[in-house]
């Protein structure tokens, strides 16, 4: 059973940084995509980055997150980390890791949109907040 569990957030004063880890465990393949979401209260789900379990070198970020935060992987790749620096207020949401495969369709560098199909896994999250 494929698992994934988030930690690292915290209470940061903007222009802070946190790094969030999402350790990853039951995955017999490599072809996942792992995604990092965030929604915070009243708004959407919004997709923050995605990087390819079985090629790291290939990452998205959404608008929002460009110039500012940086997602990676361990060299084992069951652990995947999303740098956070210059942090704003409106970065303040529940942050939350799934994954989906095939990595190709679910972190594809040529679409700006960011989702997950019904059979793809969650994360509880880590509650990111951070103040003036």
């Known amino acids: 059973e494929v698992q994934l569990v988030e930690s690292g957030g915290g209470l940061v004063q903007a222009g802070g940084s946190l790094r969030l880890s999402c350790a990853l465990s039951?995955?017999?393949?490599?072809?996942?995509?792992i995604i990092w979401f965030r929604q915070a209260p009243g708004k959407e789900r919004e997709g923050v980055s995605c990087i390819r379990r079985n090629d790291r070198s290939t990452t998205k970020y959404a608008e929002s997150a460009k110039g500012r935060f940086t997602i990676s992987s361990d060299s084992t790749r069951n652990t995947i980390y999303l740098q956070m620096d210059r942090l704003k207020p409106e970065d303040t949401a529940l942050y939350v890791c799934a994954a989906d495969w095939p990595s190709a369709k679910y972190c594809n560098s040529t679409s700006s949109s960011f989702e997950i199909g019904p059979f793809g896994s969650w994360g509880q999250g880590t509650q990111v907040t951070v103040s003036t």
């Open positions: 039951g995955f017999t393949f490599d072809n996942y995509a």
